[in-house]
């Protein structure tokens, strides 16, 4: 196997990816980052990012459910159908399971057809207690 030459300038190759996304904040990721049980909070004017959040600190949705998308989609409403379908039946279990008011919404987040075709293909699928500063919020793992 070859070796890597050894006079490479450090700094030409990112440490971490963070560096590749520095507008993000420490705690925002892209949706497709998110694994079962993260909680976090969602910002309509930045879809597809979510901002982490302890799960015992107040916070928008919790992840039930990530999957992964399977086909040829052309539209990015063929791809919300799909991403929905693939989350309906674990959102509806895991919230018949939550106290009455607790979870006011759900939100799935799925890529647009662009993202599609670069390969990304995760969908994760949250119940959420709102979306937004001013919105209700869980404050608690979901059950």
Same mark, same amino acid.
């Given at each position: 196997?070859?070796?890597?030459?050894?006079?490479?300038?450090?700094?030409?190759?990112?440490?971490?990816?963070?560096?590749?996304?520095?507008?993000?904040?420490?705690?925002?990721?892209?949706?497709?980052?998110?694994r !079962?049980?993260?909680?976090?909070?969602?910002? &309509? *004017?930045?879809?597809?990012? #979510? +901002?982490?959040?302890? $799960?015992?600190? /107040?916070?928008?949705?919790?992840?039930?459910?990530?999957t !992964?998308?399977?086909?040829?989609?052309?539209? &990015? *409403?063929?791809?919300?159908? #799909? +991403?929905?379908?693939? $989350?309906?039946? /674990?959102?509806?279990?895991?919230a018949?399971?939550?106290?009455?008011?607790?979870?006011?919404?759900?939100?799935?987040?799925?890529?647009?057809?662009?993202?599609?075709?670069?390969?990304?293909?995760?969908?994760?699928?949250?119940?959420?207690?709102?979306?937004?500063?001013?919105?209700?919020?869980?404050?608690?793992?979901?059950?």
């Open positions: 196997m070859p070796s890597l030459p050894s006079d490479l300038p450090s700094g030409l190759f990112p440490s971490d990816l963070r560096s590749l996304f520095p507008s993000l904040a420490d705690d925002e990721v892209p949706y497709y980052l998110l !079962e049980g993260d909680c976090f909070d969602a910002d &309509d *004017a930045r879809p597809g990012q #979510a +901002a982490k959040r302890k $799960c015992t600190q /107040p916070h928008d949705a919790e992840v039930v459910k990530v !992964e998308l399977n086909g040829t989609y052309t539209t &990015d *409403a063929a791809l919300k159908k #799909a +991403a929905s379908a693939l $989350c309906k039946a /674990p959102l509806e279990r895991r018949a399971g939550q106290a009455a008011g607790t979870v006011r919404d759900t939100l799935v987040q799925y890529p647009d057809t662009g993202t599609y075709g670069t390969g990304i293909d995760k969908v994760a699928c949250s119940l959420a207690a709102g979306v937004g500063e001013d919105a209700h919020k869980l404050t608690g793992p979901l059950k």
